[in-house]
């Protein structure tokens, strides 16, 4: 069982596409960067695993939501709910695809102290001691500390999550 992070998916978010153009500019339209996306994270994630998304799930309605719920692989899913997903989380249905939703989270993976968040958090707990902040919202956008990393898709060209040894190898090699 492995752990993966990712933010800021934006499925259904035409415009996107233009705001991102180095991550999402391979995309032509909305249905190829949702199966761009769905297949990427099916590429590394599987059923036994765990996902922490870490907000800005969908642009879309709840059926919509949902057909692309259904089709990521993994049945552990955690949302840290992000600034777009607030009509989603109030929907019974939506929220039923994800053990948790939270504003905010902190886990402890193989004596790791992770801290998560949809925003980039200038100061976390732990912090002076070595934990990690991850979080989503801006886009690959924002590089302010060695220990703080954005798991957004838009950080990685090929649009993928980030297993939890990755930020572990990046956040070690930038130090």
């Known amino acids: 069982m492995s752990i993966f992070y990712v933010a800021d998916t934006h499925f ?8 991102c153009p180095v991550s999402r500019g391979q995309c032509n339209n909305v249905e190829e960067m949702n199966e761009k996306i769905i297949s ?3 590429s590394k994630v599987s ?3 765990t996902l922490y998304h870490l907000g ?5 309605n709840i059926q919509k ?9 993994c049945k552990t899913k955690i949302l840290v709910a992000g600034n777009h997903d607030h009509k989603l989380i109030k929907n019974s249905e ?5 053990q948790q939703i939270l504003p905010y989270h902190e886990i402890r993976v193989d004596n790791q102290f992770i801290i998560m968040s949809h925003y980039p958090i200038l100061s976390w707990n732990g912090m002076e001691r070595g934990s990690i902040h991850l979080h989503g919202h801006t886009h690959n956008t924002l590089k302010y500390h060695d220990k703080a990393l ?3 898709i838009d950080g990685r060209t090929d649009l993928s999550p980030w297993e939890h040894s990755e930020v572990i190898n990046f956040v070690n090699s930038t130090l």
């Open 65 to 73: 939501s949902i057909s692309i719920l259904e089709r990521i692989n």
């Open 12 to 19: 259904f978010h035409a415009n996107v596409i233009k705001y």
């Open 150 to 152: 954005d798991v957004g």
């Open 56 to 60: 800005d799930f969908a642009f879309a």
């Open 40 to 42: 990427a994270i099916n």
């Open 94 to 98: 939506f929220t039923k695809y994800f």
């Open 47 to 49: 059923e036994n695993d």
